[in-house]
């Protein structure tokens, strides 16, 4: 039989059946040999054991069209990133992380900010003038008041998307509103450091309705940029190649070269400075873990 893992914990993988059964199944020791490790949204095959409990084994992988490691999913279509748009405020550097990751694993992104009752129309402008240039839509939504939960449905028709984002932004309340069955864990932003407390702990597959897949997963306070060379890294930046073509020297690398376009379209505003900024910051960082 075939079927979709919705969620592993503890060495038990539970795979939605093609019978609209959930089996519990361990994987087989040749995956493990293998270092191969099952990933919710892992399309495979299972062998029955048992049908009271629903128990089997995992006998094979199907072939993936994408695989992530934080969050640890596989097969997605496309990621939901949640930041809220105050309390807490969100962290620019952060988001751009994440961004760099998605766009080296090309899987497509929107960003979603939660709490917009919180914010007014400047706040925004503000994020859509930062990211509508790098081609990623960006949408605005209240959990709390419900606004804007039927766009997200819409966008989320016929794909299995991940959210992800930080903790303490509304993932799983977003999730519980879509999907009230889900009955995800909730947590409140603690006090002394303003930061989400942690209340997803492993990632977890939901069906919506058919073809139409929700996974909800750990919150994420770091993402590194390292695992690359410092001149791919502006590839990552879609909003810098329009520019490119007005750098003065091949390979620029928009840092320390004159007649950098990317540099030229930061000042006269056509760019994010905070985006630029961030790239900065990345490149060096790169740049010294590759020396060691």
Do not use: W
């Amino acid at each position: 039989m075939t079927g979709k893992i919705i969620k592993g914990i503890a060495g038990f993988y539970y795979v939605h059946g093609s019978d609209d059964i959930i089996y519990e199944c361990r994987a087989k020791g040749i995956f493990r040999n293998k270092k191969i490790k099952p990933l919710p949204g892992d399309n495979v095959e299972i062998s029955i054991l048992s049908q009271d409990p629903p128990e089997g084994n995992i006998d094979q992988i199907l072939p993936r069209i994408s695989a992530l490691i934080r969050p640890a999913v596989a097969n997605i279509d496309q990621v939901l990133v949640i930041f809220a748009m105050a309390d807490p405020e969100p962290n620019l550097n952060l988001l751009d992380r994440f961004l760099v990751l998605m766009e080296r694993n090309r899987i497509p992104v929107t960003l979603a900010f939660n709490k917009s009752d919180l914010a007014d129309l400047s706040a925004r402008k503000r994020y859509e003038d930062i990211y509508g240039p790098a081609g990623y839509p960006v949408m605005f939504f209240s959990a709390c008041e419900g606004s804007g939960i039927g766009d997200i449905n819409d966008l989320l028709e016929g794909k299995t998307t991940a959210l992800a984002g930080p903790s303490g932004v509304g993932k799983s309340t977003l999730t519980n509103l879509l999907m009230p069955e889900a009955n995800m864990e909730t947590g409140s932003i603690s006090e002394k450091i303003r930061r989400g407390r942690h209340t997803t702990r492993h990632s977890e597959l939901f069906c919506l309705r058919k073809n139409t897949y929700l996974m909800d997963t750990p919150g994420f306070s770091s993402v590194f940029v390292d695992e690359m060379e410092p001149e791919e890294l502006k590839q990552y930046f879609p909003e810098f190649r329009p520019c490119e073509e007005n750098c003065r020297f091949l390979g620029c690398v928009h840092m320390g070269e004159r007649n950098c376009g990317v540099k030229e379209a930061v000042r006269a505003g056509q760019l994010s400075r905070s985006r630029y900024e961030n790239y900065r910051l990345f490149y060096q960082e790169v740049k010294e873990k590759r020396r060691y």
